[in-house]
T-cell receptor, first 117, second 115 residues
Framework: DAGVTQSPTHLIKTRGQQVTLRCSPKSGHDTVSWYQQALGQGPQFIFQYYEEEERQRGNFPDRFSGHQFPNYSSELNVNALLLGDSALYLC????????????????FGDGTRLSIL | AQSVTQLDSQVPVFEEAPVELRCNYSSSVSVYLFWYVQYPNQGLQLLLKYLSGSTLVKGINGFEAEFNKSQTSFHLRKPSVHISDTAEYFCAVSEADTGRRALTFGSGTRLQVQP
């Protein structure tokens, strides 16, 4: 049973470029969340997708956008990259059992390490 | 909004000794509480969670945590650590009754187990 898979594992970009990161959720999961983890810090919530729509968003600028596909996989897009965007980007998936159910644990992938030069 | 404070950035401990990693949270609504572990170059793995019921929660790898509502704490404990427990540990919360599932993490505690 495959867990959460992310690609690529590492990526190097320069300031001003755009990047797309990809995530396949754990089998049976329908909800995908993205987190940014700067070096030496805890992960920070970017946004969450369910039924192909953004359901919740953290305090990140509009340069950060996402998408969820019918097969539940997801992409994170970041435009106009800044040096401060260098971080480990983590994808987490979970199963939304019911509209008010928030106790399903999130399963994390190993992340994509993005370096901005 | 919620916030999580992990009081120790690093905790050195000798192998087979007990350990406690401290976590305090602040929230205006009821929360669920979690502990995750992160090994080098890996993602986060769930150790345990508190949703409701008994305030003492047992998790994987011999870890347990106790929820104290009056002190807004959720400290992680293990009676005897192993070298393999060396990792970064994160405490996290999410809103309990709103359907908002975002996790708010603390800044992490690095557990360093020495032989």
């Amino acid at each position: 049973d495959a867990g959460v898979t992310q690609s690529p594992t590492h990526l190097i970009k320069t300031r001003g470029q755009q990047v797309t990161l990809r995530c396949s959720p754990k089998s049976g999961h329908d909800t995908v969340s993205w987190y940014q983890q700067a070096l030496g810090q805890g992960p920070q919530f970017i946004f969450q997708y369910y039924e192909e729509e953004e359901r919740q968003r953290g305090n990140f600028p509009d340069r950060f956008s996402g998408h969820q596909f019918p097969n539940y996989s997801s992409e994170l897009n970041v435009n106009a990259l800044l040096l401060g965007d260098s971080a480990l980007y983590l994808c987490a998936s979970s199963l939304t059992a019911s509209p008010g159910d928030s106790n399903q644990p999130q399963h994390f992938g190993d992340g994509t390490r993005l370096s901005i030069l | 909004a919620q916030s999580v404070t992990q009081l120790d950035s690093q905790v050195p401990v000798f192998e087979e000794a007990p350990v406690e990693l401290r976590c305090n949270y602040s929230s205006s609504v009821s929360v669920y509480l979690f502990w995750y572990v992160q090994y080098p170059n890996q993602g986060l793995q769930l150790l345990l969670k508190y949703l409701s019921g008994s305030t003492l929660v047992k998790g994987i790898n011999g870890f347990e945590a106790e929820f104290n509502k009056s002190q807004t704490s959720f400290h992680l404990r293990k009676p005897s650590v192993h070298i393999s427990d060396t990792a970064e540990y994160f405490c996290a919360v999410s809103e309990a009754d709103t359907g908002r599932r975002a996790l708010t993490f603390g800044s992490g505690t690095r557990l360093q187990v020495q032989p």
